[in-house]
């Protein structure tokens, strides 16, 4: 059994380990078609093991998704994914998707170069932001535009390609994070991706098919939490801006709230997508963005995302945990739990999801001592868990009221998994 720790974050919450590891890995391997394959891929240096790190994390029917991003030589395929069928090997190795060819450096028309986030949505379609990068920091080279990718998943088949335009980034521009906003049908929807070093967030709508960029101050970071502690390294990332975004359930005027806080930064904020959807209020939006509290001290946060039911699931880079929200109550410290924390297993819990029948997945990445230092690679390095949320919220302060006390409002119904995993 594991053993039992009292856990203190702003609030109390105190309680076992709740995540459930599925998945680990010394270094990440490929599922080539043939060992030659792979033998010769290393040989010529296509394949760098040690070169790969995971990132982040999606869920699909019986795929998970995981990331690979190119910022060094060696690095087979972007965009993976893991069968989620009894069998799997808690190591497995990573299936390019949809192949490998659509995963080579700079192939810009027909595939991606290197992705960090993606977001599959209730149509059953999977966005892939491309950033067309390879390096990182001085190093970075763009030998493709930014683009979104848009999948259908029940085909494998790209069904559009979106290039930002020119008016949409910067010349410190570094976008990896989306988040999918659905109205009142499948066309009615919106992308909104974060520029964390470019301080912007752009809206892209499906059915116009055309961007706009916003400008904000609560974008740019805090210049006061720019130093981490994490993997027992010391560093500042004081440039880093706006990252982490959610978005709550409809609301009674027909629009949801957008979350979303700088990484450099302990303070939430937020703003309706009522105006993200509005091109014509990118000029006129300063008085629409609205601060709320700060969560407190050693509150980093890069992922969060939100359940129908209106709980906000939050990484905890410096606590080496996950966090949680009711949006029933006040955003305010009190009302803030962490619902699991482990100082080796989820050492950089890189991305948090949640999965259609309410599971919450998180991956954690070590990613500070791959970028600073190094990686052992005798030792276990990247590990993918997941847990009911109700497990995890339970006896917190983000526990769900009984649902007919909710009045949750949905855009429209959709099945729920018909099979049940092996992890059941």
Known sequence: MRRVLLLMFLGLAHGAYKLQEQFRWKALDYAYPTEEARRQAIMNGRFIPENNLPVGIEIWNNKLFVTVPRWMAGIPSTLNYIPLYEGVPES????PYPSFEANEVANCENGFTTAYRLKADECDRLRVLDTGTFGIGNTT??????????FDLHTDTRIRRYELRK???????FIANIAIDIGKSCEDTFAYMSDELGYGLIAYSWEQNKSWRFAHSFFMPDPLKGDFNIGGLNFQWGEEGIFGMSLT???QDGYRLMHFSPLASDREFQVSTRILRDSTKVESSYHDFTPLKERGPLAHTTSRVMDDSGVQFFNLIDRNGVGCWNSDKPYSPENLAMVDRDDLALSFPADVKIDREKNVWVISDKMPNFLIDK?????????IFFAPMEVLIKDTVC?????QEL???NPFDYQLYSKKRFYY
Do not use: G, H, M
């Not at 080279?141 to 848009?150: G, L, R």
């Not at 008016?167 to 521009?173: H, I, P």
């Open 407 to 409: 009045n949750v409002l």
């Open 141 to 150: 080279t763009n030998p493709c535009p930014y683009a979104i990718n848009v």
């Open 375 to 383: 990686l052992n690679y005798n030792e276990i390095n990247f590990r």
């Open 249 to 251: 359930r409809i609301q």
């Open 167 to 173: 008016e949409d980034t910067n010349a410190n521009t």
């Open 399 to 403: 526990e769900i009221k009984p649902v």
């Open 92 to 95: 497995p190795p990573l299936i």
